[in-house]
């Protein structure tokens, strides 16, 4: 059996600097009922390294085989609450409406529900479109969040352009969350009826 590298290593110090960057984003996000640009500026930055750690745990951990139990447990759970609390905290600042946070959180929620419940039948694979999915999620908040800094020094032209590419990115995030968990669920449905047919030992 081979052994399992020690959980005491750089990508998950990076997954534990995520989630506790989580509280100083939405702190920055909330402040002054998030219309101070300045701040909506160090709430973007914040946002910004979160999703950056991201992408450099995963390749460290790939690369120098360092993939561990807690780093398969704690990345999601990184990923989720950070792009759960921008989605609630654009909905709070009324800069999102509240049908796109739902929308999401609870697609997330029942495939989290849906894949424990069918782990006894086998491991769901990945959905086709899931880094689709984070991509498009990741670039519409941030968008979002730059909304009220460039509104401060652009013209409203230029603004009227920015606020569009914001909805159709986001408006495709909650298209693709939605087919994405779809998907899943064909899956799940498959996974099962796959099992039960096959004979017992």
Do not use: C
């Given at each position: ?24 984003f939405l702190w920055l996000l909330l402040a002054a009922d998030g219309l101070d640009p300045a701040l ?17 745990d995963g390749d460290l951990a790939r690369k120098h085989n360092l993939v561990t139990d807690f780093g398969k447990i704690a990345d999601p759970i990184a990923d989720k ?121």
């Open positions: 059996m081979t052994q399992q590298p020690s959980p005491w290593n750089v990508p998950n110090a990076l997954t534990v600097f995520r989630i506790l960057l989580v509280p100083v909506r500026l160090w709430a973007f930055g914040v946002f910004a390294l979160a999703m950056i750690t991201d992408k450099i609450a950070l792009l759960g609390a921008a989605l609630i905290g654009l909905a709070l600042v009324m800069q999102l409406p509240w049908w796109v946070p739902v929308t999401i959180l609870i697609r997330e929620l029942l495939i989290t529900v849906l894949r424990f419940a069918v782990i006894r039948f086998g491991v769901m694979p990945a959905s086709r479109g899931g880094k689709l999915k984070t991509v498009l999620q990741t670039a519409g908040i941030g968008l979002f969040l730059l909304l009220r800094p460039l509104d401060a020094v652009l013209g409203h032209d230029a603004m009227l352009i920015i606020t569009i590419a914001a909805w159709i990115v986001m408006v495709a995030a909650v298209v693709v969350t939605v087919v994405t968990g779809i998907d899943y669920i064909v899956k799940a449905v498959r996974l099962v009826r796959t099992a039960q047919r096959e004979p017992r030992g």
